[in-house]
């Protein structure tokens, strides 16, 4: 069992007053805080070994390449890529993800097509939406029920010869569900397609090994895993990685420019253009054994615990529903009150020190498919405390009183 008190001590920022009151932090699922080791390594970062990276044959240069390419294979230890050369640093989840779909325009013909589930974030709807229409190529829509699943039998029937890739999230931000992963990757591969899995929701909560998952792609963001914002994670499989161009041209990503032709660099500067976020990239690296130094077990079980009493107190309101009841739900619960906009909730308890989400969780279609503007959304991580849910409840309470 995690010792809460001291693993809340490591994060200054959840002992602030927000309000006049206690912070209480629920928006994990829109970015995690940051533990002091994180911020300690930004500024000695900058303090110390701060230098332009893969250039100079000084010193600092060295430390910094060093520290820089280290932390990429700390990475590729953490997913279990085959190859550091496939874990590719970018800015986020949505900048990996509009790389890749970049990079198929050279691929897709007119009449190929591109399934989506009905649970994606925006960023994994429009870059694919973007390629559909540069390349002609067809967008589906893999179908959800009232519990927020995706239905494997109507996936089943939308692969056929023409899928080219298949692109779904392993953990939905709006609905929490953790979706059969494994399955889709191997059902798509039986076809040909390759098969992007959006993780940004996935790995503040567990270890994706992504030759087990046998996914093509995989991509997260830094700042949802306790990391700094502006830095995220491609891996590719190095097959892939070498087919598709390069998404911008730049320093770094060549191997010799003359006017009349550039021959790219190997992976994985052929995609890491220009100077990169060097202290993210280090930091990450930080991040990722801070949470294991946490460890994921310990996180799943406190998230669940929270995810179960979270689930049973909010039930205890009059007029809540619950969107999201997939059979597999990671520690997410997003919610409605009859009668009451989501926005006027999330204000009221903002004034009692409370952070939620309200809105449509830059995912529309799943707000559209319920019916509904927006939920509430609070989003747990391993450093909150069911106290801290008896506060949110209590709150709500009060609020509903007040709007009602
Ligand atoms: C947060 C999130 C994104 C976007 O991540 P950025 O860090 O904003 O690029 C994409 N998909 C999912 C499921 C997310 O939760």
């Given at each position: 069992?995690?010792?809460?008190?001291?693993?809340?001590?490591?994060?200054?920022?959840?002992?602030?007053?927000?309000?006049?009151?206690?912070?209480?932090?629920?928006?994990?699922?829109?970015?995690?805080?940051?533990?002091?080791?994180?911020?300690?390594?930004?500024?000695?970062y900058y303090q110390e070994i701060n230098a332009n990276i893969h250039r100079g044959v000084h010193t600092l240069s060295q430390l910094?390449?060093?520290?820089?390419?280290?932390?990429?294979?700390?990475?590729?230890?953490?997913?279990?890529?085959?190859?550091?050369?496939e874990v590719l640093f970018t800015s986020?989840?949505?900048?990996?993800?509009?790389?890749?779909?970049?990079?198929?325009?050279?691929?897709?013909?007119?009449?190929?097509?591109?399934?989506?589930?009905?649970?994606?974030?925006?960023?994994?709807?429009?870059?694919?939406?973007?390629?559909?229409?540069?390349?002609?190529?067809?967008?589906?829509?893999?179908?959800?029920?009232?519990?927020?699943?995706?239905?494997?039998?109507?996936?089943?029937?939308?692969?056929?010869?023409?899928?080219?890739?298949?692109?779904?999230?392993?953990?939905?931000?709006?609905?929490?569900?953790?979706?059969?992963?494994?399955?889709?990757?191997?059902?798509?591969?039986?076809?040909?397609a390759a098969v992007l899995i959006d993780g940004a929701q996935a790995v503040p909560h567990l270890i994706p090994d992504v030759q087990a998952l046998d996914c093509d792609f995989y991509v997260f963001s830094g700042h949802k895993i306790c990391g700094p914002t502006g830095v995220g994670i491609l891996y590719g499989k190095e097959a892939w990685l070498n087919k598709l161009p390069p998404y911008q041209g730049g320093g770094e990503?060549?191997?010799?420019?003359?006017?009349?032709?550039?021959?790219?660099?190997?992976?994985?500067?052929?995609?890491?253009?220009?100077?990169?976020?060097?202290?993210?990239?280090?930091?990450?690296?930080?991040?990722?054994?801070?949470?294991?130094?946490?460890?994921?077990?310990?996180?799943?079980?406190?998230?669940?615990?929270?995810?179960?009493?979270?689930?049973?107190?909010?039930?205890?309101?009059?007029?809540?529903?619950?969107?999201g009841t997939a059979a597999t739900k990671t520690s997410v619960i997003s919610f409605n009150i009859e009668g009451i906009h989501p926005y006027d909730i999330g204000t009221i308890i903002d004034k009692l020190g409370i952070a939620v989400r309200t809105g449509h969780h830059c995912a529309q279609p799943i707000m559209n498919y319920f019916k509904i503007p927006g939920t509430i959304r609070a989003s747990f991580s391993f450093y909150n405390t069911k106290e801290e849910i008896d506060v949110m409840v209590e709150a709500i309470k009060r609020a509903k009183t007040m709007l009602s």
């Open positions: 069992m995690l010792d809460i008190n001291k693993i809340r001590a490591d994060f200054p920022i959840l002992s602030q007053k927000v309000n006049g009151k206690p912070l209480v932090y629920f928006d994990n699922g829109a970015t995690s805080q940051k533990p002091q080791v994180v911020i300690d390594a930004i500024s000695k910094a390449t060093d520290a820089y390419e280290s932390s990429r294979g700390k990475i590729q230890q953490h997913i279990n890529a085959e190859f550091a050369h986020g989840t949505t900048f990996g993800i509009n790389l890749v779909a970049n990079g198929f325009a050279s691929i897709l013909k007119p009449g190929d097509e591109v399934l989506v589930s009905a649970m994606e974030h925006h960023s994994n709807i429009v870059p694919w939406q973007m390629l559909c229409e540069k390349t002609g190529a067809t967008l589906k829509v893999i179908p959800m029920n009232d519990n927020g699943e995706l239905i494997m039998a109507e996936y089943d029937k939308l692969l056929s010869d023409k899928t080219k890739v298949v692109t779904v999230n392993h953990i939905s931000n709006a609905l929490g569900t953790v979706n059969p992963i494994k399955y889709m990757i191997d059902k798509a591969h039986e076809f040909g990503m060549i191997k010799d420019v003359t006017f009349e032709k550039t021959t790219y660099a190997e992976l994985p500067h052929k995609f890491e253009a220009g100077t990169p976020n060097i202290a993210g990239g280090i930091v990450l690296g930080t991040a990722v054994d801070y949470m294991n130094s946490v460890g994921f077990e310990n996180i799943q079980e406190q998230e669940l615990e929270l995810l179960e009493y979270g689930t049973k107190r909010l039930l205890e309101i009059e007029g809540l529903k619950i969107y």
